[in-house]
């Protein structure tokens, strides 16, 4: 029998061999700043509404966020929302939930049921202290004060990262956002979001936002002439999102 889908295969093979000799010759982004200049025209529509709030859930990801959420509006909040999966504390590779940096936790009933599990357990317990313990570390980085998380209910919230490639972390982000947070629309906006990764994004979420959406992502610096390290210039982005960051807590 002649296999129908070997042309299709192929097809797609040799597109993504062009797209990587593409991306060798010269990276999209010559860094994060300039990605998010050009992801901030394509959310346009969201421009000085007062309902947005803008989540960066990376390092990387809070430099293109901070300069979307810059130019769709001065008053417009930026927050770093870093969601770690929570393990099984019996089974490691399972997971149980997650936790966010400002210590709510989404517990997937169904797993935690069928484990006998309860959100009681000591062990559990001691496993989301210690997570938050990191998440609260990782957040002080942004933040001299935890963000209002409860703002997000009834919100529309631009969910951002630089590149959406495997997307465990986009997806525990959406999903700890739907079970915490009564957020009115959630939106992801990325640089690069991969083609496949978008399609099944776009079935949890009100939008997909992206400036390319490539069969075939790879390295960093295909994409960033920098690559995956931040640069200098970037640096001083997350240094005025600092400041910025701190000075809205007390009016957003």
Not at 72 to 95: A, N
Request: aromatic residues 6%.
């Amino acid at each position: 029998m002649v296999d129908l889908g070997t042309g299709q295969r192929h097809s797609a093979i040799a597109a993504q061999q062009q797209q990587r000799q593409r991306l060798q010759r010269q990276a999209p982004f010559s860094n994060r700043i300039q990605a998010g200049q050009q992801l901030a025209r394509n959310l346009s529509e969201y421009a000085g509404n007062g309902d947005v709030v803008v989540l960066s859930v990376s390092r990387g990801g809070a430099v293109v966020g901070s300069v979307v959420a810059s130019i769709l509006g001065e008053h417009i909040p930026h927050w770093y929302y870093k969601v770690q999966t929570l393990p099984c504390p019996q089974m490691p590779r399972l997971s149980l939930g997650s936790v966010a940096g400002d210590g709510s936790v989404r517990l997937d009933n169904m797993v935690a049921q069928s484990l006998g599990i309860q959100i009681t357990d000591p062990q559990l317990l001691r496993q989301i202290s210690t997570i938050n313990r990191q998440l609260r570390r990782d957040q002080a980085a942004f933040h001299k004060a935890a963000p209002s998380f409860e703002q997000l209910q009834g919100r529309v919230v631009i969910v951002v990262d630089d590149l959406v490639e495997a997307g465990d972390t986009m997806r525990e982000a959406i999903m700890h956002l739907r079970h915490c947070f009564d957020a009115r629309r959630i939106i992801v906006a990325a640089p690069v979001c991969l083609a496949d990764l978008r399609k099944q994004l776009q079935r949890h979420v009100e939008g997909v936002v992206d400036i390319v959406s490539p069969l075939y992502v790879g390295a960093v610096s295909q994409w960033y002439s920098g690559g995956a390290t931040v640069l200098p210039c970037e640096q001083q982005v997350l240094a005025l999102m600092f400041s910025r960051a701190n000075n809205r807590f007390d009016n957003a």
